[in-house]
């Protein structure tokens, strides 16, 4: 089964579209012209840091996307229906950066929407980490999360009610550009997906 919001899973699906697609000798001419990379905020805070995500992913936006995650970034997806002792799916900065950039590359891709829901279906709360107290943390109910991928003929379509997302910021100061003098970017995500009930 497909866990929602698994980027490692969608980050295979696009690992196989550009091994078809030819896409390492591209057209030298003709074509759409480039898509201008969306204007982003000053992620002064880890509210604008996922708006920036979103932006960054729905435009293919490899390095505006970059810049959203701590080099020591570790992503995590756990199935609790799993059975015990299996591993979750991990993701590191370096997957982060090579699924942006196949997604990018790949010319049969028409458009990408991540969709993380209204503002108000977002969580904010205080670390969860004691040995980073610093840091934030901003959960979401997978029941507001869309991740929709047009490749030519095919829409492939990622979404849960039964998933739970926890995003931790990290902050650096100062920063003179921040109305806030912080920083924040994304250091760890973990995405829970509750048993199916039975029957």
């Keep these: 089964m497909l866990k929602f919001l698994a980027l490692a899973t969608i980050f295979a699906l696009s690992a196989v579209v550009v091994a ?6 591209p057209k030298k001419s003709g074509g759409p012209p ?15 840091v996922l708006t920036n995500l979103g ?16 080099s020591s970034y570790v992503g995590t997806s756990m199935d609790l229906g799993d059975p015990p002792g299996t591993t ?12 942006i950039a ?15 829901g209204p503002l108000s279906s977002w969580d904010r709360l205080p670390s969860s980490d004691p040995s ?19 490749d030519g003929i095919n829409i492939y379509t990622t979404t849960g009610a039964n998933e739970f997302l926890e995003f931790m910021f990290k902050p ?3 920063a003179a550009v921040s109305p806030t003098d ?10 829970t997906r509750e048993a199916d009930p039975g029957p």
């Excluded at 078809?20 to 000798?25: N, P």
């Excluded at 912080?182 to 995405?191: D, F, G, R, S």
């Design 88 to 99: 979750p799916i991990s993701l590191t900065y370096d997957n982060e950066v090579e699924h």
């Design 55 to 70: 932006k960054a992913y729905s435009a293919r936006d490899s390095v505006g996307y970059k810049v959203i995650y701590d």
């Design 172 to 174: 650096t100061t100062p």
């Design 20 to 25: 078809g697609c030819g896409i390492f000798d």
């Design 34 to 48: 480039p898509i201008l990379p969306p204007e982003y905020e000053i992620p002064f805070n880890p509210t604008v």
């Design 132 to 150: 980073h107290p610093e840091w934030a943390v901003i959960q979401i109910s997978g029941s507001s999360v869309r991740i929709e991928i047009t």
């Design 182 to 191: 912080t920083l924040w970017n994304i250091v760890k995500w973990t995405e």
């Design 102 to 116: 196949n997604l990018a590359r790949t010319h049969t891709i028409s458009s990408v929407l991540f969709d993380l």
